[in-house]
Structures are given as structure tokens and as C-alpha cells.
């Protein structure tokens, strides 16, 4: 029986000696790989691998903020990233530094930046663009207070793009959409004959330029009072598609419109020293604003848009925004 304890104590003491060399063995690799090696993330993105992450936690932060808010670029809505990385833990020397500055360009190269804004018409033309809807609407309303001509064409798109266009401020915005309502020279009107009227014994104002009928017909409604209202130029009935000519040489300042509302679609030409001639109830415009035309040139076709009754060309001369009438030069 003694020998059997002694056996028995002589093998636990041999056990004990081992377990403790196993011990100290691990207790050295482990301060070995303590002393030598750290825990990291493996970033992979788009399954190529781009480098390390100590705290993907907070890198995935930064990327879920950049997409939110960009880089904090003025009217930034967010930011399209179709594809996130992929983190795996693993140990590595120390000597690895991570990189996380470089993933998250990378990241961003991809992103595609949508911008928000809002667009200002005039009839389904965008003229102007600003920051806010509180800027858009301000500007509707002091283009309303100023009673502009066009006050009633003008309305206001919100815009999601990836381009921002140019901005504007209200003031400018205001400036740049004001259209003076013309004002009407109100006359007594004698029969001339075949020509139909001419004003009174007024002689007719020098426009500095020579004009040219922009098309040829019947004229089916004068300048001035009629049962409507005051009309401020010329009717002159013609099949639809007819060509229309620019009566003088000039730039097309306005070229648009509304196809349910007053001209229809319609352009107007400056010539210089304040004179305008507009070109009404167009079915199709040839020129846009800014184009510069030489007399003769087609520039519309005759159509029934706007508060028409039939197919017809609408021609206007202003002179420093005041409508005259036509048949004194034309007609």
C-alpha cells in the first residue's frame, strides 16, 4: 500500500514538473507574440486589398459621414457609394503601420457626389439657380411685389444633380428674371384707307434702323383698343409653319415661353438704342437667347400658342419698353 502512494506521488510530481514547463513555455510565446506582433484589420474593398485598420469602427465612421454630408462642400445632399470594405482580423508585426487615411481615399474615389438646389423658370425655362427654397421663394414673391410682366410664369423645381450649377443671390436672381410690363401709348386712330390706321398727326418716332415684314398676310387685328383690352401690336394671319424673318438685324434676348399662356411661344430681339421687336404665338423658335441674327434670317414659324384663335404672327415694336405700333414702319 505504501509503495502504491509513493507511485502515486512520485507520478504527480513528474506530471506537475511538465505542466509547469508547458507553462512557461506558452507564457514565453505569448509574451513573444505580445512583444512582437498586434491585432489588426485586413481591408479588402472591391476584393482587392488596400491596406490596415486598427479601428474599423472608426474608419467606417468617417465613410458613413462622408457619405451623408461629402466634405462639407456647400449644398452637398450626400454622397452615392455602391460598395463598402471588408474588414478581417488577423496579427501582424508591429512593424505594419496602418493606413486607413489612403482606404478612405479610395473609398471616395468611387463615390459619386449628388448636389441639391433649386432652379428658378420662367414658363418651362430654368433661368436661375439658388441654395434654399427660402431664397427661391423670396424672389417669387419680390418679382410679385414688383408686379414683373412675367410674374405669372415663374415657378420653382427642387433639383437633385451631379452638377451644381451656378448660384445666384436673391438680389441678382431678382435683377436678372424683372420684366417692366410694357407700357402702352394710348392714341386716336384716323382710317387711312387700304393700310386700315395710323396714329392721329404724330410723326412717326426715327428707330435708327430700317425694318422688313417678318411675314406676309392679312393683318386681323390692330394695334390699340379693342373690346379685350389695349393690344400692343400687330396680328398678321398665316398658315402654321410659316417662316418667320427677323425684321432687323439684333440679339435674341428672351427665346421660351408657355404654350397655354398669353404668347405662347415667343422670342424678342434687341436692336440697340432701346428698340425690341417681339415675335408672339410662334409654333416653333429657331434661335435662343443670346444668338445674334442678321435681318432676314428665319428665326420662328408661325403657329396658334398662347391665347390665340387661330394660326397668326403676334409683332410688337418697343421702344425703351414702351409698345408702339407697328403699322408706322411696317405694313
Same mark, same amino acid.
Given at each position: 500500500?505504501?509503495?502504491?502512494?509513493?507511485?502515486?506521488?512520485?507520478?504527480?510530481?513528474?506530471?506537475?514538473?511538465?505542466?509547469?514547463?508547458?507553462?512557461?513555455?506558452?507564457?514565453?510565446?505569448?509574451?513573444?507574440?505580445?512583444?512582437?506582433?498586434?491585432?489588426?484589420?485586413?481591408?479588402?474593398?472591391?476584393?482587392?486589398?488596400?491596406?490596415?485598420?486598427?479601428?474599423?469602427?472608426?474608419?467606417?465612421?468617417?465613410?458613413?459621414?462622408?457619405?451623408?454630408?461629402?466634405?462639407?462642400?456647400?449644398?452637398?445632399?450626400?454622397?452615392?457609394?455602391?460598395?463598402?470594405?471588408?474588414?478581417?482580423?488577423?496579427?501582424?508585426?508591429?512593424?505594419?503601420?496602418?493606413?486607413?487615411?489612403?482606404?478612405?481615399?479610395?473609398?471616395? $474615389?468611387?463615390?459619386?457626389?449628388?448636389?441639391?438646389?433649386?432652379?428658378?423658370?420662367?414658363?418651362?425655362?430654368?433661368?436661375?439657380?439658388?441654395?434654399?427654397?427660402?431664397?427661391?421663394?423670396?424672389?417669387?414673391?419680390?418679382?410679385?411685389?414688383?408686379?414683373?410682366?412675367?410674374?405669372?410664369?415663374?415657378?420653382?423645381?427642387?433639383?437633385?444633380?451631379?452638377?451644381?450649377?451656378?448660384?445666384?443671390?436673391?438680389?441678382?436672381?431678382?435683377?436678372?428674371?424683372?420684366?417692366?410690363?410694357?407700357?402702352?401709348?394710348?392714341?386716336?386712330?384716323?382710317?387711312?384707307?387700304?393700310?386700315?390706321?395710323?396714329?392721329?398727326?404724330?410723326?412717326?418716332?426715327?428707330?435708327?434702323?430700317?425694318?422688313?415684314?417678318?411675314?406676309?398676310?392679312?393683318?386681323?387685328?390692330?394695334?390699340?383698343?379693342?373690346?379685350?383690352?389695349?393690344?400692343?401690336?400687330?396680328?398678321?394671319?398665316?398658315?402654321?409653319?410659316?417662316?418667320?424673318?427677323?425684321?432687323?438685324?439684333?440679339?435674341?434676348?428672351?427665346?421660351?415661353?408657355?404654350?397655354?399662356?398669353?404668347?405662347?411661344?415667343?422670342?424678342?430681339?434687341?436692336?440697340?438704342?432701346?428698340? $425690341?421687336?417681339?415675335?408672339?404665338?410662334?409654333?416653333?423658335?429657331?434661335?435662343?437667347?443670346?444668338?445674334?441674327?442678321?435681318?432676314?434670317?428665319?428665326?420662328?414659324?408661325?403657329?396658334?400658342?398662347?391665347?390665340?384663335?387661330?394660326?397668326?404672327?403676334?409683332?410688337?415694336?418697343?421702344?425703351?419698353?414702351?409698345?408702339?405700333?407697328?403699322?408706322?414702319?411696317?405694313?
Amino acid at each position: 500500500m505504501f509503495n502504491i502512494l509513493k507511485k502515486i506521488v512520485i507520478h504527480i510530481r513528474s506530471s506537475l514538473k511538465v505542466f509547469f514547463i508547458i507553462a512557461i513555455a506558452l507564457a514565453f510565446i505569448i509574451a513573444a507574440v505580445i512583444l512582437l506582433y498586434k491585432p489588426i484589420y485586413s481591408v479588402t474593398f472591391n476584393g482587392e486589398f488596400v491596406g490596415y485598420s486598427e479601428d474599423k469602427t472608426k474608419l467606417q465612421a468617417r465613410i458613413n459621414e462622408y457619405i451623408k454630408t461629402g466634405d462639407g462642400k456647400e449644398n452637398v445632399a450626400f454622397v452615392q457609394i455602391t460598395t463598402l470594405p471588408e474588414y478581417r482580423l488577423c496579427l501582424l508585426k508591429k512593424d505594419n503601420v496602418p493606413n486607413d487615411d489612403e482606404i478612405f481615399e479610395k473609398v471616395k $474615389q468611387t463615390g459619386t457626389v449628388y448636389y441639391n438646389y433649386y432652379a428658378i423658370l420662367e414658363g418651362e425655362e430654368e433661368k436661375v439657380y439658388v441654395s434654399t427654397f427660402s431664397e427661391a421663394e423670396e424672389v417669387v414673391n419680390k418679382l410679385k411685389e414688383k408686379d414683373s410682366n412675367n410674374k405669372d410664369k415663374i415657378s420653382i423645381v427642387e433639383k437633385y444633380s451631379t452638377e451644381l450649377k451656378q448660384l445666384t443671390d436673391t438680389e441678382k436672381a431678382i435683377a436678372s428674371l424683372y420684366v417692366e410690363k410694357p407700357k402702352i401709348v394710348k392714341r386716336t386712330y384716323t382710317s387711312t384707307g387700304s393700310t386700315g390706321y395710323t396714329a392721329g398727326n404724330a410723326t412717326p418716332a426715327n428707330l435708327g434702323i430700317s425694318l422688313i415684314k417678318p411675314v406676309s398676310g392679312n393683318i386681323t387685328s390692330r394695334f390699340g383698343g379693342r373690346a379685350s383690352g389695349q393690344h400692343t401690336g400687330l396680328d398678321i394671319a398665316a398658315p402654321k409653319g410659316t417662316a418667320i424673318k427677323a425684321a432687323a438685324s439684333g440679339t435674341v434676348t428672351f427665346s421660351g415661353g408657355n404654350p397655354n399662356r398669353s404668347y405662347g411661344y415667343y422670342l424678342i430681339i434687341s436692336h440697340g438704342n432701346g428698340v $425690341q421687336t417681339l415675335y408672339g404665338h410662334c409654333s416653333q423658335l429657331l434661335v435662343s437667347a443670346g444668338t445674334k441674327v442678321s435681318q432676314g434670317q428665319v428665326i420662328a414659324k408661325v403657329g396658334s400658342t398662347g391665347n390665340s384663335s387661330g394660326n397668326h404672327l403676334h409683332l410688337e415694336i418697343r421702344v425703351n419698353g414702351t409698345a408702339i405700333n407697328p403699322q408706322r414702319y411696317l405694313y
